[in-house]
């Protein structure tokens, strides 16, 4: 792993405990410059993964509590006019921050999740007219609770797709439990977190990994996985390019943190289920029939033939 990566690797799990897995597979999304969707239940750390990359990361950090009467302009931020001045003066919102958790995104009004569309995609945002952009980096993790549905309204398959990864941390196992115990038996970890990692730091890691090679046949076997998804007999809506290309993003970011040159099959296969499960639309009639996306994926990615590269490829690494 890429010394610095290390060290902010071994930073978030001084706080999430048992979850290495999920940590490594957030610091990927955060190195391609992809945003994170964190769901699972009530109390298993969704917030507490968030808080932890930003705290370890040396930028602004800002967090948006979604509730039912939140508005737009709460995220995106108000033109304010000042009668001694005779102009508009624009008070940013907290979406101007390099590092943004939008917790329990779903307890929000979709016109207001709609705020967050073009800040996600173009990194910019629209008011009164003007475009503001974001400051890079700009890495936005959002939560929500998949269990309680009253008061709730789900992502449209459009902010869906704006997403990355999508990730759930699950039930620690019973020896992990106690040590979180133990390890929050006075005060929490989160509360003596320091940054580790400066901003110019993770610029330069993230430019890197955009470097490593994806080679033809990486490129083909991406884009026959997601093919697959379009014609599949349990899927009503496949994935599109935006998906290919969060694929690929995805797995070079992998490879880079796993300190490879060139892309290979086993890192796409480890982020697809994440990258692309979140995507598909199933059909209607075997939605309620067990059937998970995840499954979906995960028999495509046991169909599909994988390439095979040149020795070269394979044994190339990053220098670190």
């Given amino acids: ?16 405990l048992g979850k290495d897995d999920v940590v490594r597979t957030a610091l990927t999304a955060l190195v391609s410059r992809g945003h994170v969707l964190i769901e699972d239940a009530p109390g298993l750390g969704k917030t507490m993964l968030a808080r932890a990359i930003a705290q370890s990361l040396d930028c602004g950090f800002k967090r948006i509590q979604f509730t039912p009467d939140l508005l737009p302009s709460d995220i995106t931020g108000v033109s304010v006019y000042h009668p001694e ?17 939008a917790d329990e995104i779903n307890r929000t009004s979709p016109r207001t999740q709609a705020a967050l569309l073009e800040a996600m995609e173009e990194r910019q945002v629209t008011v009164d007219g003007h475009t503001h952009r974001l400051a890079e980096p700009f890495f ?10 009253d008061g709730t309204y789900p992502l449209p398959e459009a902010q869906l797709d704006r997403f990355l990864m999508r990730l759930e941390l699950g039930y620690p196992s019973p020896a992990e439990e106690v040590r979180i115990l133990e390890a929050q ?13 400066r901003i110019d730091e993770l610029r330069e890691i993230q430019r890197q990994a955009r470097e490593v090679v994806v080679s033809l046949e990486l490129r083909q076997y991406i884009v026959a996985l997601v093919s697959a998804t379009r014609s599949h007999a349990d899927v009503r809506l496949g994935i599109s390019p935006r998906g290919s290309l969060a694929l690929m993003h995805a797995s070079q970011a992998h490879a880079f943190l796993h300190g490879l ?6 890192s796409v296969k480890a982020v697809a289920p994440f990258v692309l499960a979140h ?9 309620y029939t067990g059937l998970s996306r995840r499954d ?8 599909v033939p994988v390439p095979t590269l040149p020795h070269d490829q394979r044994a190339a690494r990053v220098s670190s």
Avoid: W
């Fill in 1 to 16: 792993m890429h010394p610095t990566l290390a060290i902010l690797y071994d930073n978030v799990r001084r706080v999430i």
């Fill in 85 to 101: 001045k005779q102009q508009f003066e624009f008070h940013p919102g907290p979406i101007f921050s390099q590092v943004v958790l």
């Fill in 140 to 149: 936005v993790l959002a939560t929500q609770n998949p269990i309680e549905l």
């Fill in 185 to 197: 038996a006075c005060t929490h970890p989160i509360e003596t977190l320091e940054a580790v990692v």
């Fill in 261 to 266: 040159s060139f892309v290979p099959p086993d």
């Fill in 279 to 287: 995507r598909l639309i199933l059909d209607p009639h075997r939605e």
């Fill in 296 to 303: 979906i994926v995960t028999r495509l990615l046991k169909e």
